[in-house]
Structures are given as structure tokens and as C-alpha cells.
């Protein structure tokens, strides 16, 4: 810019023109972009950081619950091993009876069936319901007078369902029907 002569009077120009605006017009549209580009970037930063914390935390979690998960059943457990111990001790003593130590046995048996009911598991026993191969699994069949055909006469290995989601079939022996007598024989 001409420095100005100050009896030019046809181009006015003020002493303080090279000096900064007091009220500059809008701002450098690039400088904005490159500020707004250098927040985005933090921005992004941030979330990436974010992210990898989130995903770091869900796998200890995960591991933690994966270690912990059975830590209610098993305190339900314990005193079922408890009274297991108690009765394994009561077998070497000297005089034990029999039918005590059965009847121990029982109780423990059915203290271990109560704990792990709680947590869901059923048993499958269907001695007399109709063969159901979502739940059986038939290993024989036999004649029976007492048992109707289709059902089941026998369990041979009960099943288990957890919530409602079978573990294992129960394995049974269901009835043909009542017995065929061959009078040729007779």
C-alpha cells in the first residue's frame, strides 16, 4: 500500500491502515476449517481411546464372569460334599449299620437334588407318561401288561433339562403292548 500524503485530500487514507481492524471482518475461512478440523481430530482420538477402554473392560468382565459364574452352585454344593464326607467317615466306624448309612446316603442324595434344582435342573423321569422323543431317547422296547403301548416302562438313565433346555434325554425302555401268549407252544 502507497503511503499517504496528508494534503492529498482526493484519497483519505487513515494514519493506522497497516494496523489491524478493531473489528475485523469474518475470520480466515481456512485458519476455522484447520481449527475445526484439529477439534474433530481430538474428538476422535477421545472415542478411539474410548473405545479401546470399553472393549478392554467387557473382555475382563467377561473373563471374571466366566470364572465366577459357578460360584453360586458351588456354595450350594458344599455342604452336600460336607454331608458326603461325614458319611464316608461314618462307614470305617467300627459297628456301622447298613441300613443307617443307605438311609445317610438317601438324605445326601436328595440334599444334592434340592441344591441343584435351584438353579434349574429338572430331572426327566417319565416312568408311565407317552414316549416323547424331543425328551426320551428309547433304548428297547418290551411287552408289558401294566403299561399301555407307547409308554414308557422303565428309565434306565434319567434325563436333565436346565431351564427349560434339555441336557440330556432320559434314556428309557417304552412298552409294544401287551404280551402275545403263543398257545402252539402250550
Not at 475461512?29 to 476422535?44: G, I, T
Not at 414316549?131 to 433304548?139: G, P, Q, R
Amino acid at each position: 500500500m502507497a503511503e499517504s500524503d496528508p494534503t492529498d485530500t482526493l484519497n483519505p487514507v487513515p494514519a493506522d491502515a497497516d494496523a489491524p481492524a478493531k473489528n475485523p471482518p469474518a475470520a480466515d475461512p481456512l485458519a476455522a476449517a484447520k481449527q475445526e478440523a484439529a477439534a474433530n481430530y481430538d474428538r476422535y482420538l477421545r472415542s478411539v481411546a474410548d473405545l479401546e477402554n470399553f472393549r478392554r473392560r467387557t473382555v475382563r468382565e467377561k473373563d471374571e464372569l466366566r470364572q465366577f459364574a459357578t460360584s453360586r452352585v458351588l456354595e450350594d454344593l458344599l455342604p452336600v460334599l460336607d454331608n458326603l464326607a461325614l458319611g464316608l467317615a461314618a462307614t470305617k466306624q467300627p459297628g456301622a449299620d447298613l441300613t443307617t448309612l443307605a438311609g445317610g446316603v438317601e438324605m445326601v442324595l436328595a440334599q444334592f437334588k434340592s441344591a441343584l434344582s435351584t438353579h434349574g435342573l429338572k430331572e426327566i423321569s417319565p416312568v408311565g407318561q407317552p414316549f416323547d422323543a424331543n425328551l426320551h431317547e428309547s433304548i428297547s422296547a418290551q411287552p408289558s401288561d401294566q403299561v399301555s403301548e407307547g409308554n414308557v416302562v422303565t428309565v434306565v438313565r434319567t434325563g436333565y433339562s436346565l431351564n427349560g433346555r434339555l441336557l440330556r434325554p432320559a434314556s428309557v425302555i417304552v412298552s409294544s403292548g401287551k404280551a402275545k401268549h403263543d398257545k402252539a407252544k402250550a
